[in-house]
């Protein structure tokens, strides 16, 4: 079955960076766009960026304001986000998902499958 797997979160001080690595089983990876949301407690989980299959296709939420990049390894079946410059309002757990199409789609409806998350704290 399809899995994925998160990993990479922790506490971090403001400004910092975090790299979050989303290890996918169980699916032809090169096939699919692949997002990352998160959602901060009390909240509606958000979306934070997408990456076309290919790699070259990217985009990102509005807010984040060039802090964070997206990216994938088609070899190792693996999407990461690297988080650069974070801030508490960052905080939150981090999910990836794998899209049902090739597009670069921002909507939680179009993405299939979901990882457990993996939480990130920035502390001020």
């Known amino acids: 079955q399809v899995q994925l797997v998160e990993s990479g979160g922790g506490l971090v001080q403001a400004g910092g960076s975090l790299r979050l690595s989303c290890a996918a089983s169980?699916?032809?990876?090169?096939?699919?766009?692949m997002g990352w949301f998160r959602q901060a407690p009390g909240k509606e989980r958000e979306f934070v960026a997408v990456v076309g299959w290919g790699g070259g296709l990217t985009s990102y939420a509005d807010f984040l304001k060039g802090r964070f990049t997206i990216s994938r390894d088609n070899v190792k079946n693996t999407v990461y986000l690297q988080m650069n410059s974070l801030k508490p309002e960052d905080t939150a757990v981090y999910y990836c998902a794998i899209a049902r199409t090739t597009g670069i789609p921002r909507q939680r409806w179009e993405y299939a499958y979901w990882g457990q998350g993996t939480q990130v704290t920035v502390s001020s």
């Open positions: 169980g699916v032809t990876f090169s096939y699919y766009s």
